[in-house]
């Protein structure tokens, strides 16, 4: 009787072996499986984050954002003076080669568009014919617009492809604080000096999209946002006929989340509601005008 219950026990306790090597096997079969399947996005093609209909329907939607922030302010839909008209015309950038046109404010991404551009430039291998001649000054660059006369300046915005870059506010001016500031004077003392000191030029930060881009004037055939810059370059270049192998190295789809999480983690302790309020009066119409997925700092404002 009792070598009966001792076989038993020992069945018993060899059955639970068993079944704990086997769990933990399972378990290091999961976290495994697991870990491959979070770092596959890193690994993964730009082109895999956002399928070309996602990219297309994006475009719809922040067109139509857009078009009706327009229809609500009739004034945009005009340059109401030559100074508004050449400056402009100093915002924008364009490439005969690509036959495109597009708007640069600051720390929205625009630099890296031109670094690709550059590397495009060299290449022998990417050729689009354009329709359009630079007439301009022998000795002025066909990347300025301010070197072609009236009649070329029209055929260009009628049929070049423009493309306007934009960014949340907020993430525009850390990363131009970030960038010029950093080091000299806190976040907050930054944001105090710009605020009062209405800067017209500086690095252009604290002009709005709505007021360097005139995208009211100007009927864009692409709104490139900062969060998905590289997802959506690569759509880009596709869709202008362009091979994907002209994407450059030097673009990123971190930086706009890292600029949020250092903006949460560090610069929001020096920011006063006051300069939130003001910031957010700032850059009310880019807010209107763009599908930005802040006020940042409304849940901040809320709890006051």
């Not at 036959?99 to 022998?124: H, V």
């Not at 995208?215 to 994907?244: Q, S, T, W």
């Not at 599908?291 to 006051?304: H, I």
Request: glycine share 4%.
């Amino acid at each position: 009787m009792l070598q009966a219950v001792a076989m038993r026990m020992r069945f018993a306790l060899r059955v639970s072996l068993v079944g704990i090597i086997f769990l933990c096997l399972w378990i290091w079969m999961l976290s495994h499986l697991l870990s491959q399947q979070t770092a596959q996005p890193q690994a993964m093609s730009p082109s895999l984050s956002i399928t070309i209909d996602t990219f297309l329907h994006v475009q719809q939607l922040r067109k139509k954002t857009l078009q009706d922030f327009c229809l609500e302010h009739p004034d945009l839909s005009t340059l109401q003076t030559t100074e508004v008209a050449e400056d402009l015309l100093s915002t924008m950038g364009v490439n005969q080669k690509l036959q495109m046109l597009y708007c640069k404010p600051t720390s929205t991404g625009s630099d890296l568009w031109e670094e690709l551009l550059k590397q495009i430039e060299e290449r022998t291998d990417v050729t689009i014919q354009s329709p359009v001649v630079h007439d301009g000054p022998r000795d002025t660059p066909s990347n300025q617009l301010s070197a072609y006369n009236l009649t070329t300046l029209e055929k260009v915005f009628r049929s070049y492809t423009k493309v306007l870059f934009i960014r949340d506010p907020f993430e525009r001016l850390v990363s131009s604080y970030l960038q010029n500031f950093a080091g000299e004077d806190t976040f907050d003392k930054f944001l105090e000096d710009g605020l009062t000191d209405e800067p017209e030029d500086g690095d252009g930060s604290w002009t709005p999209i709505v007021f360097l881009c005139h995208p009211c004037f100007i009927r864009y055939d692409y709104i490139i946002k900062y969060d998905f810059f590289n997802a959506e370059v690569l759509h880009l270049i596709k869709r202008m006929g362009l091979p994907e192998s002209v994407l450059a190295p030097v673009l990123t789809d971190n930086g706009s989340k890292w600029a949020y999480k250092w903006l949460n983690e560090n610069l929001l302790k020096q920011v006063t509601i006051e300069h939130i309020e003001q910031i957010i009066e700032l850059y009310t119409w880019d807010f209107e005008a763009f599908p930005f997925k802040t006020f940042l700092l409304k849940d901040q404002l809320s709890d006051v």
